[in-house]
Structures are given as structure tokens and as C-alpha cells.
């Protein structure tokens, strides 16, 4: 099953996401909460947020930090496929999917 569902004319038009992934479960525990700015947000959706900006500077060959593993972001969001740049569009679907909310 593809994870990104794209048309004739490689526009984005869906996404497949893995229910199985600790994303999906961090987002429905109400009480995983931080503080960011005196506010409270969740925590997926701030590890949503910060793996946006890591994955973008991963794709542009830098590392955020020396243990930084593209592999353990995809595998905390369920991402099985191998392009980093579908990956980045699935994560920023994923934010836009949440922000219609």
C-alpha cells in the first residue's frame, strides 16, 4: 500500500497513514502534554513540528545532531517508503491534516 497517493500529474492528492504508529498513539493520549512558549501542546504534534525542520535540513545533507537517524523518524511516524522528499510532503500533509481541525 502506498503511504503518499499521488495523480497523473505527481500532485500530492492522499495519504495512507500507519495506525500502528507511536505518532498516531502519542496524538489520541490527551494527557502527553509539554509546555512550549507557557502553553500546552502535544508532544506528537511538537515531535511533528521539529522532525519537519530536521527532515528539511537532513535533505539538504545536514544532521541536526551526530545521532540523528532518518530511519527512527520514519519509523515513529510509519513511513516504509525510501524517498526523503515524499517523507518531508507526508509530514507536512500530516501538520495540515491536523491544523484543519
Not at 49 to 74: A, E, M, P, Q
Amino acid at each position: 500500500m502506498k503511504q503518499v497517493i499521488i495523480d497523473e500529474n505527481n500532485n500530492v492528492i492522499g495519504f495512507n497513514i500507519n495506525q500502528d504508529c507511536k505518532f498516531i498513539e502519542d496524538m489520541a493520549n490527551p494527557n502527553n502534554l509539554i509546555s512550549v512558549n507557557d502553553e500546552n501542546m502535544n508532544k506528537a504534534y511538537y515531535n511533528l513540528l521539529t522532525s519537519i525542520y530536521s527532515v528539511k535540513l537532513y535533505n539538504k545533507g545536514l544532521k541536526i545532531n551526530r545521532h540523528f537517524k532518518i530511519t527512527d523518524v520514519k519509523k515513529y511516524f510509519g513511513f516504509q517508503e525510501r524517498d526523503n522528499d515524499l517523507f518531508l510532503e507526508y509530514l507536512e500533509g500530516l501538520k495540515d491534516l491536523i491544523n484543519e481541525k
